[in-house]
């Protein structure tokens, strides 16, 4: 067995080599567990959350403001 685990890792070494030689770089990222319970309620409350916005009003507020900024602005 002990073949075929340095032969992986002679392997996972050279694509290492390979992606860094084309400008790469390797990087590990922590993601939420998406079957977590936990993360599965914080969804659903934030979900609700966003729910009761009232996004219009939201929107036209964002465009009016933005209108007020640029007025008189020329190109």
């Known amino acids: 067995m002990k073949g075929k685990a340095s032969s992986h890792r002679a392997s996972a070494r050279r694509y290492r080599e390979?992606?860094?030689?084309e400008g790469l770089r390797q990087v590990s990222l922590w993601?939420?567990?998406r079957s977590s319970p936990a993360f599965v309620r914080e969804c659903r409350r934030q979900s609700?959350?966003?729910s009761?916005?009232?996004?219009?009003?939201?929107?036209?507020?964002l465009l009016d403001e933005s209108l007020r900024e640029i007025y008189g602005w020329t190109a």
Request: no cysteine.
């Open 31 to 33: 993601v939420y567990d």
């Open 52 to 61: 009761k916005v009232d996004a219009a009003a939201d929107i036209e507020r």
């Open 48 to 50: 609700l959350l966003i």
């Open 18 to 21: 390979r992606m860094r030689s």
